[in-house]
């Protein structure tokens, strides 16, 4: 707001400015032509019989009454024109504010003395197309993934139908062959739970708002509850975990949503790290910010990608084998929740090593 008054007194000091200099020029050019005017009349190169001569005469005779109407119509259409500039200049902020919302790349064009608000607007433009852009892009990402999870639902249906069947089937089958089907349809439910929990997570993220109930927690306690909930996924990979952080780290927020993030990123790290390697938590407080850090062995990440990482409906796997990792919101999500606690998220790769950062402001004990 202070800005815009900024700008707008500016403008009319401008416009005033410009209004005086014309009336003194204006003003400046009737005495240079009335000086003219009384050197030719007094020059004494006349006969009195020459048209030019007749008609300076005629007007030294009326000097005071034609001055007063060059003044008087010379500082009527100064002042009218200057007048009106404001509601022209008005009229062009009115169609630029049209041509901001256009669906095209078409861009605002005002005249110079409203150049520094044209750059702006410009500028405006140039960023709605872009969120325009970028939501479009996430619509189309969210689509594919919903018809991508849609179609890999029937698989691990299928296959629970038909181990099933074959458990219904044939009743004489042996015991591990028995142990050997229900193995693979709980497998296969698991996955279909995994699937569904997507749409879920898909459709609690576009319809719901995210709101900080904060408490005071106890942050390392925290982390070292979500490694002993993970070491099942560990397992499967042969990973294993370490953490290294103060004894003790109070820290006041949601601890359901900071479990959400710290959650995402872990498993994160589980999806993206190569077998038999090590995820490393590190926690580290100071009087002005807390940082988590989760860092795993596995492919650098290219750079192109490291910057849309955070995208709602992004993976780093573009391929359909959705159990390389969910629908692309972990990361998103964990990213509009540190925000909420004023805190920041940064991704880093290199030398086949993926690291996340995670800073928070620190809050009163």
Known sequence: MKTEKKWSSHLAGRLFFRMIMAVIAYTFAGFILYFLAVTLYNSRLWTGDEPIYQLVHWADMRRDILALLYLMVGYIAIFSYYWKRPFVYLQE??????????????????????????????????????????????????????????????????????????????????????????????????????????????????????????????????????????????????????????????????????????????????????????????????????????????????????????EQFYRLDSSRRTGSGGAGLGLAIAKEITRLHGGTIEAFSADNRIRFEVTFPRSPA
């Open 93 to 310: 902020v009115a169609d630029a504010a049209e041509t901001l919302y256009r669906p095209d790349d078409s861009m605002v064009q005002l005249s110079a003395p409203l150049s520094s608000l044209e750059a702006r607007l410009n500028q405006l433009k140039v960023r709605i197309i872009g969120n325009e852009r970028a939501a479009r892009e996430a619509e189309q990402r969210k689509n594919d993934l919903v018809t991508y999870l849609a179609h890999d639902l029937k698989t691990p249906i299928t296959s629970v139908i038909g181990y099933l069947t074959l458990l219904e089937d044939e009743p004489q089958i042996s015991e591990q062959t028995r142990m050997h089907y229900t193995a693979i349809a709980r497998e296969k439910a698991e996955r279909l739970d995994d699937l569904i929990n997507e749409f879920f997570e898909i459709t609690r993220f576009n319809l719901s708002h995210i709101t900080l109930e904060k408490t005071k927690v106890h942050l390392t306690r925290m982390l070292e509850q979500l490694i002993f909930e993970f070491r099942p996924m560990f397992l499967e990979k042969n990973l294993d975990c370490t953490l290294d952080a103060p004894e003790d780290i109070p820290f006041l927020c949601d601890p359901d949503k900071l479990q959400r993030v710290f959650d995402n990123l872990l498993r994160n790290a589980v999806s993206y790290s190569y077998e038999n390697s090590v995820i490393r938590i590190t926690a580290r407080e100071t009087p002005q910010y807390v940082k988590v850090i989760f860092e795993n062995d596995g492919d650098t990440i290219p750079e192109e990608k490291l910057q849309r990482i955070f």
